[in-house]
């Protein structure tokens, strides 16, 4: 190994590259030197100059046998993992770590850094950055009844900035939002966050749908009617809610106009919410007659913290179709007539968490939404969709309950009921679902779910994040 670094964050992807490829037995059985080392180590990584501290560190490996020299390289990274969890959002947030003496110069130029936006480091086409969740206990090193090398670090993570939809690279857009205007305020105890969930089409009437053909294919377009005010009706709901932590609206809703309207309202009537991911809707922009699927996800005082643009337009089956009485597309699918996007924006947000938007079949897409889960370890995925209502067992809390094994993220799903007044379905439809993860540890154990549905007259639901909610395993479910 040869190492000619600006800070151990170079260095830290430098062992991470040739460590992470090793098989598992190798890293299990990779004899560690005694602690003498390790302190040696510490010490040098304690220097301010980051480039002295990469040569000490260096100077310290090549006095090792190679017998040791595996099992030294795996203790450097777990000590520069160490002295990064002192600047990591996690310590801040009180969350596992307690930070004791302040750190070296070279880390934290590296905090200014990441405040930024930028990662810690580059090196070809993947980025160090923070490891997720930023809010809570990070995934455990057993978490996998095997050794993953990904595991053993709290405090970094060597991430790619392309994952792929079957064959189609997508790039993976990482920012960081912190400051007065484009951050969220903090909030209370993590883990008792209020969810409001705004359908805004809860009728037939309150959706419209249009057919067109390309060819022999057939193509729909959905949104709300022009009857419904969206910006008003979301903005009534936030008031009538109150406060919330979390607000969500569901896919196909609210389009780039509404959602222009409704930051202009938001700011006029601030501090009703933490967050709000305004559903999806068309943009003004299109190609080829097709525009854009897009969420737009907004702080309390109406700042867009980003924007994210649906990556797999989704279809409906022959039998789906007809329920809704639209055309019959045969064997094939009437398709969603939007154009696809090519990138998925991850944020982390220091007072909030990690965030990803995931708009209905992003959330199925393979192996994008798990690589994504598993790589950049988010505390919020949000899910709006257009479905004829959620419930337990179906589709999306299946995928949900699935990719619960990946990381310690916590699902939030929104859709209108008017496909479900459309379909003429007799029971009562819920309009948003709240999902833990599997993890059987921290506030968030067991994989529990709750539903949410409107009541009444109101035009919203709120859930709190584990009142009264239901443990679920796909076959049964039972009060926990």
Known sequence: ????????????????????????????????????????????????????????????????????????????????????????????????????????????????????????????????????????????????????????????????????????????????????????????????????????????????????????????????????????????????????????APELICSELDADKLCDLIAKDAGLHRVFIAGSGATVDSHNGQHWNEARVVNGIGTVLWRQRKVWPAGLNSARALEYGLSDPGTGLSMEDNCSSNEVHVVDIDSFGRCVVLICQDFEAEPLAADLLRLYQPDWVFVPILDRGIDCGRWVHSRAFALSTLSPARFVVSSSTALADRAKLTTEVACGMAIGPKDTFGDDAGRVHALAYLADANQFATLKWREKWDFTLLSKISKK
């Open 1 to 248: 190994m040869t190492v000619s670094q600006v800070s151990p964050a170079d260095l830290f992807m430098e062992l991470w590259k040739e460590c992470s490829e090793l098989l598992p037995s190798q890293i299990s059985t990779a004899l560690r030197p005694n602690a003498t080392f390790a302190k040696s180590v510490r010490v040098a990584l304690r220097s301010n100059d980051g480039a002295k501290a990469c040569s000490d560190v260096e100077s310290s490996l090549l006095g090792l046998s190679p017998l040791e020299l595996l099992g030294g390289k795996l203790v450097v990274l777990d000590e520069i993992d160490r002295l990064f969890l002192t600047i990591h959002p996690r310590s801040f947030n009180r969350v596992g770590t307690q930070v004791l003496t302040p750190p070296p110069r070279w880390l934290r130029l590296l905090k200014i850094k990441r405040a930024g936006g930028a990662g810690y480091a580059v090196r070809d086409d993947n980025v160090l950055i923070a490891r997720g969740p930023l809010s809570r206990i990070p995934r455990a090193d057993i978490a996998s009844s095997a050794v993953c090398f990904a595991d053993l670090f709290a405090a970094l993570s060597v991430v790619p900035r392309k994952l792929f939809l079957h064959s189609v690279p997508i790039n993976i857009v990482h920012s960081v939002k912190g400051g007065a205007a484009d951050g969220v305020a903090p909030g209370g105890k993590i883990g008792t966050e209020s969810v409001t969930f705004i359908p805004v089409a809860i009728s037939d009437s309150d959706l419209e749908i249009e057919e067109r053909k390309i060819g022999a294919n057939i193509f729909v377009r959905y949104g709300s009617s022009r009857t419904v005010n969206v910006s008003e009706k979301i903005t009534d709901a936030l008031k009538s809610a109150k406060y919330s932590d979390v607000a969500i």
